[in-house]
């Protein structure tokens, strides 16, 4: 069994930067490609950003991209998501999900992740 679990949420003004965590249980987690996802209130869960095993490959939304960065440390289980420039409407609810899916393509379809972690609060205020 794998436990994902968050930390690093929180309440920030806009321009402001956060460090989300996302640490895993279990021998296998540099097996495996992660992802962040986020869902806002009234809104369907969408891909942040993913990252592959090594961590020599990375995928961002274009929501996101140039702001946040995934990066992953294997000898602490753990996946990180800097994100600097925080915006409004990076207000939501942040996931991190394990791809069950042994390929670096589609790396944002949601239904390739087989474990997720229970989630962390952003709130960006303007």
């Known amino acids: 069994q794998v436990q994902l679990v968050e930390s690093g949420g929180g309440l920030v003004q806009a321009g402001g930067s956060l460090r989300l965590s996302c640490a895993a249980s279990?021998?296998?987690?540099?097996?495996?490609?992660m992802g962040w996802f986020r869902q806002a209130p009234g809104k369907e869960r969408e891909f942040v950003a993913a990252?592959?095993?090594?961590?020599?490959?990375?995928t961002y939304a274009d929501s996101v991209k140039g702001r946040f960065t995934v990066s992953r440390d294997n000898a602490k289980n753990t996946v990180y998501l800097q994100m600097n420039s925080l915006k409004p409407e990076d207000t939501a609810v942040y996931y991190c999900?394990?791809?069950?899916?042994?390929?670096?393509?589609?790396?944002?379809?949601?239904?390739?992740?087989?474990?997720w972690g229970q989630g962390t609060q952003v709130t960006v205020s303007s």
């Open positions: 990252i592959s095993w090594s961590g020599g490959s990375t």
């Open positions: 999900a394990r791809r069950g899916v042994p390929t670096t393509q589609d790396m944002a379809v949601i239904q390739h992740y087989d474990y």
């Open positions: 279990g021998r296998t987690f540099s097996l495996y490609a």
